[in-house]
């Protein structure tokens, strides 16, 4: 049974760094690619970009682009999400979510449970 | 930037009825990259449908998209009391993943 499990909730003061993680297991680690999504309180979803876990290779939005650095540990099957100089915008609540392969390519069919990351000051 | 509209922004519905959620892109959509996602409160989204019009596993098959271009709708029959949540479609184009900002189907 796939599981993504994230890292618990963290609180930040603006202009420091947080650094999330996200655990899978049930499933090859490297044959999927890993998103992180974030989701601010009563907004959608917002994409922040993906790893691809065979070649460390990485794709960020725009928006996050030399604030965001997406990793992966394939020896303990987790990917980090860091994100630096926090805003207070920045308060939401982060997902990994998995990239489904085959047919489900470019959807997300497993979802981690979700961190929430408040900044303020 | 692609942008994707949903609508209407709030769906009052009872159990029973039959939901109908639109979602429109700013530009075509290649059919194989389009989701839609579940989201009730406290929870991560869930997966429904794939490729426009394929249910994930699992999912019942009350729930059924549609759509091509621009223009794409989820259709759920016969509410149930469990499908009362947020719903949001998302695409995929071009190295970047868009979702929109979500119906809300309420009893």
């Known amino acids: 049974q796939v599981h993504l499990v994230q890292s618990g909730a963290e609180m930040r003061k603006p202009g420091a760094s947080v650094k999330l993680s996200c655990k899978a297991s049930g499933y090859t680690f490297l044959g999927y690619n890993m998103h992180w999504v974030r989701q601010a309180p009563g907004q959608g979803p917002e994409w922040m970009g993906w790893?691809?876990?065979?070649?460390?290779?990485?794709k960020y939005a725009q928006k996050f682009e030399g604030r965001v650095t997406m990793t992966t540990d394939t020896s303990i099957n987790t990917v980090y999400m860091e994100l630096k100089s926090l805003k207070s915008d920045d308060t939401a609540v982060y997902f990994c979510?998995?990239?489904?392969?085959?047919?489900?390519?470019?959807?997300?069919?497993?979802w981690g449970q979700g961190t929430l990351v408040a900044v303020s000051s | 930037e692609s942008v994707l509209t949903q609508s209407p922004g709030t769906l009052s519905l009872s159990p029973g009825d039959t939901a109908t959620l639109s979602c429109r892109a700013s530009q075509s959509v290649n059919t194989n990259y389009f989701a839609w996602y579940q989201q009730k409160p406290g929870q991560a989204p869930r997966l429904l449908i794939y490729g426009v019009s394929s249910r994930a596993t699992g999912i019942p098959d009350r729930f059924s998209g549609s759509g091509s271009g621009t223009d794409f709708t989820l259709t759920i029959r016969r509410l149930e009391p469990e499908d009362f949540a947020v719903y949001y479609c998302q695409r995929y184009s071009g190295s970047v993943w868009t979702f929109g900002q979500g119906t809300k189907v309420e009893n």
């Open positions: 979510a998995r990239e489904g392969s085959g047919d489900y390519d470019s959807s997300f069919d497993y």
């Open positions: 790893i691809n876990l065979n070649s460390g290779g990485t």
